[in-house]
């Protein structure tokens, strides 16, 4: 199936580590990107090629893989990371998905 | 500075047509693919689709929930990428961004509303 599947939410304190992860099969075979998203602001490309980072994304932004599954940590997490997270990838035919989202809470 | 602006959103009755622009600076534009994504009010991000460069043939792809009705194209030349939509429904109401494939920029979106 196509589906990206992702923890409704997180909390996390901060300072703290928030790990979110997403599975889908596809993952198995083609890389994933994360995306952060603020609200009313358009989406922010943090994590490529599972775990490569962006010119000017904070290092405490990284990305691993094991198998269908991929995951975003944000290590020492500060009160500007809250916001919602989506991890991507193409599907074997070319298309491509959005995880569900995840809303991630600093406090 | 890769800038990506969208523009043609507006209210649109049902069954009716709505074409979007999304015009790209900063870049060589014909050297990229495109793509559209949309976001229905506190929903989600949903692929649309994408155009290849022409050089990879110019070729489009949709997702299920689109294909049929909408279409993606480009003129290189004004280095703009369209959005046709036809046959709206209101569940098409959304964010709708233009992205640099494979979504490494994103333009700021723009609101199409589809209802009665």
């Known amino acids: 199936s196509y589906e990206l599947t992702q923890p409704s939410s997180v909390s996390v304190s901060p300072g703290q580590t928030a790990r979110i992860t997403c599975s889908g099969d596809?993952?198995?075979?083609?890389?994933a990107r994360w995306f952060q998203q603020k609200p009313g602001q358009a989406p922010v490309l943090v994590i490529y090629?599972?775990?490569e980072r962006p010119s000017g994304i904070p290092e405490r932004f990284s990305g691993s893989s094991s198998g269908t599954t991929v995951t975003l940590t944000i290590s020492g997490a500060q009160v500007e990371d809250e916001a919602d997270y989506y991890c991507?990838?193409?599907?074997?035919?070319?298309?491509?998905?959005f995880g569900t989202g995840t809303k991630v809470t600093v406090l | 500075e890769v800038q990506l602006v969208e523009s043609g959103g507006s209210l649109v009755q049902p069954g009716r047509s709505l074409r979007l622009s999304c015009t790209a600076s900063?870049?060589?534009?014909?050297?990229?693919?495109m793509s559209w994504v949309r976001q229905a009010p506190g929903k989600g991000l949903e692929w649309v689709g994408f155009?290849?460069?022409?050089?990879?043939?110019?070729?489009?792809e949709y997702a299920a929930s689109v294909k049929g009705r909408f279409t993606i194209s480009r003129d290189d030349s004004k280095s703009i990428a369209y959005l046709q939509m036809n046959s709206l429904k209101t569940e098409d109401t959304a964010v709708y961004y233009c992205?640099?494939?494979?979504?490494?920029?994103w333009g700021q979106g723009t609101l199409v509303t589809v209802s009665s």
């Open positions: 992205t640099r494939d494979p979504c490494d920029y």
């Open positions: 900063g870049f060589t534009y014909g050297d990229y693919a």
């Open positions: 155009i290849r460069s022409k050089a990879y043939g110019g070729t489009t």
């Open positions: 596809v993952l198995a075979k083609k890389y």
């Open positions: 090629k599972d775990s």
């Open positions: 991507y990838s193409a599907t074997d035919n070319n298309l491509r998905v």
